[in-house]
Protein backbone atom coordinates (compact mmCIF):
# COMPACT_ATOMS: atom_id res chain seq x y z
CA UNK A 1 0.00 0.00 0.00
CA UNK A 2 1.69 3.28 -0.97
CA UNK A 3 2.23 6.02 1.60
CA UNK A 4 -0.96 8.03 0.03
CA UNK A 5 -3.39 4.86 0.37
CA UNK A 6 -1.94 4.29 4.19
CA UNK A 7 -2.88 7.74 5.49
CA UNK A 8 -6.23 7.57 3.79
CA UNK A 9 -7.00 4.66 5.49
CA UNK A 10 -5.63 5.81 8.25
CA UNK A 11 -8.55 8.64 7.96
CA UNK A 12 -11.30 6.48 7.21
CA UNK A 13 -10.84 4.54 10.41
CA UNK A 14 -10.41 7.60 12.57
CA UNK A 15 -13.53 9.01 10.79
CA UNK A 16 -15.83 6.02 10.99
CA UNK A 17 -14.32 3.79 13.75
CA UNK A 18 -17.14 1.49 14.10
CA UNK A 19 -16.82 0.24 10.70
CA UNK A 20 -13.39 0.74 9.07
CA UNK A 21 -11.28 0.59 11.61
CA UNK A 22 -9.17 -1.79 9.26
CA UNK A 23 -9.85 -1.65 5.48
CA UNK A 24 -8.15 -2.40 3.12
CA UNK A 25 -7.96 -0.11 0.43
CA UNK A 26 -6.46 -0.26 -2.93
CA UNK A 27 -7.87 2.35 -5.01
CA UNK A 28 -6.70 4.83 -7.62
CA UNK A 29 -6.64 8.39 -5.24
CA UNK A 30 -8.93 9.98 -7.82
CA UNK A 31 -11.56 7.75 -5.76
CA UNK A 32 -10.84 9.07 -2.79
CA UNK A 33 -13.67 11.30 -2.95
CA UNK A 34 -16.33 8.34 -3.61
CA UNK A 35 -15.09 6.34 -0.66
CA UNK A 36 -15.56 9.51 1.73
CA UNK A 37 -18.95 9.56 0.20
CA UNK A 38 -19.67 5.90 0.26
CA UNK A 39 -18.35 5.64 4.06
CA UNK A 40 -20.46 9.14 4.98
CA UNK A 41 -23.89 8.06 3.21
CA UNK A 42 -23.65 4.74 5.23
CA UNK A 43 -22.87 6.02 8.26
CA UNK A 44 -25.73 8.00 8.02
CA UNK A 45 -28.30 5.23 6.84
CA UNK A 46 -27.57 2.98 9.28
CA UNK A 47 -29.16 2.91 12.78
CA UNK A 48 -28.71 1.15 16.36
CA UNK A 49 -27.81 -2.44 16.34
CA UNK A 50 -27.24 -2.65 12.39
CA UNK A 51 -24.22 -0.26 13.22
CA UNK A 52 -22.76 -2.24 15.94
CA UNK A 53 -22.19 -5.17 13.77
CA UNK A 54 -21.49 -3.73 10.18
CA UNK A 55 -17.80 -4.08 8.92
CA UNK A 56 -15.70 -2.98 5.89
CA UNK A 57 -13.37 -5.34 5.41
CA UNK A 58 -11.85 -4.26 1.87
CA UNK A 59 -12.51 -1.16 -0.95
CA UNK A 60 -10.88 -1.94 -3.95
CA UNK A 61 -10.70 -1.97 -7.92
CA UNK A 62 -11.51 -4.93 -9.90
CA UNK A 63 -12.37 -4.59 -13.86
CA UNK A 64 -12.02 -0.61 -13.75
CA UNK A 65 -14.97 -0.55 -11.13
CA UNK A 66 -14.50 0.15 -7.47
CA UNK A 67 -15.79 -2.66 -5.03
CA UNK A 68 -16.84 -2.81 -1.71
CA UNK A 69 -16.65 -5.82 0.54
CA UNK A 70 -18.49 -5.90 3.57
CA UNK A 71 -19.66 -8.13 6.19
CA UNK A 72 -23.10 -7.77 8.13
CA UNK A 73 -21.65 -9.64 11.39
CA UNK A 74 -20.72 -12.75 11.96
CA UNK A 75 -23.42 -14.51 13.77
CA UNK A 76 -26.31 -12.70 11.66
CA UNK A 77 -26.58 -9.98 14.13
CA UNK A 78 -28.07 -7.58 11.42
CA UNK A 79 -30.96 -8.14 9.63
CA UNK A 80 -29.72 -9.67 5.81
CA UNK A 81 -32.05 -7.40 4.19
CA UNK A 82 -29.86 -4.30 5.52
CA UNK A 83 -27.50 -4.98 3.35
CA UNK A 84 -30.10 -5.56 0.61
CA UNK A 85 -32.28 -2.54 1.70
CA UNK A 86 -29.95 0.22 2.88
CA UNK A 87 -26.00 -0.42 1.83
CA UNK A 88 -26.47 -2.40 -1.77
CA UNK A 89 -28.19 0.41 -3.30
CA UNK A 90 -25.63 3.13 -2.22
CA UNK A 91 -22.67 0.71 -2.65
CA UNK A 92 -24.36 0.52 -6.33
CA UNK A 93 -24.59 4.03 -7.19
CA UNK A 94 -21.00 4.65 -6.56
CA UNK A 95 -19.83 1.68 -8.34
CA UNK A 96 -21.60 3.11 -11.49
CA UNK A 97 -20.20 6.45 -10.79
CA UNK A 98 -16.64 4.93 -10.36
CA UNK A 99 -16.63 3.90 -14.23
CA UNK A 100 -16.73 7.69 -14.96
CA UNK A 101 -14.60 8.70 -12.47
CA UNK A 102 -10.96 9.81 -13.67
CA UNK A 103 -8.57 7.08 -11.03
CA UNK A 104 -6.03 9.51 -11.13
CA UNK A 105 -7.78 12.73 -10.43
CA UNK A 106 -11.20 12.46 -9.55
CA UNK A 107 -12.74 14.04 -12.86
CA UNK A 108 -15.59 12.89 -14.95
CA UNK A 109 -13.85 10.28 -16.89
CA UNK A 110 -14.48 7.12 -18.85
CA UNK A 111 -12.90 3.98 -19.91
CA UNK A 112 -11.22 3.77 -22.81
CA UNK A 113 -11.07 0.17 -24.63
CA UNK A 114 -8.70 -1.88 -23.15
CA UNK A 115 -7.69 0.68 -20.36
CA UNK A 116 -6.88 -0.86 -16.81
CA UNK A 117 -8.74 2.13 -14.95
CA UNK A 118 -11.57 5.31 -16.15
CA UNK A 119 -9.12 8.88 -16.98
CA UNK A 120 -10.08 11.90 -17.97
CA UNK A 121 -8.48 12.87 -21.04
CA UNK A 122 -5.46 14.37 -19.47
CA UNK A 123 -4.50 11.22 -17.55
CA UNK A 124 -5.04 8.90 -20.45
CA UNK A 125 -2.57 6.91 -21.21
CA UNK A 126 -0.91 7.33 -24.34
CA UNK A 127 -1.27 3.72 -25.31
CA UNK A 128 -5.11 3.55 -24.78
CA UNK A 129 -5.35 7.34 -27.17
CA UNK A 130 -8.20 7.08 -29.90
CA UNK A 131 -9.75 3.62 -28.50
CA UNK A 132 -12.97 3.78 -28.03
CA UNK A 133 -14.65 4.79 -24.90
CA UNK A 134 -17.34 3.01 -23.00
CA UNK A 135 -20.10 4.62 -21.47
CA UNK A 136 -22.22 2.18 -20.23
CA UNK A 137 -21.72 2.67 -16.26
CA UNK A 138 -23.05 6.34 -16.52
CA UNK A 139 -25.66 7.47 -13.60
Not at 7 to 21: T, V
Not at 60 to 85: I, S
Not at 124 to 135: I, L, T
Request: charged share 30%; proline share 5%.
Amino acid sequence: MTSALCRKADELAAKYPEFADDVYLAIQPGWFGLVDELLDRIDKALKGEDRKFFKIHAIEEKYCLFRFHYDNGTQGEVDYYVALDVVDPIFHEIERRSGITCGRCGCKGRILKGAPMPTCEEHDDPRYKGRPAFYSYEV
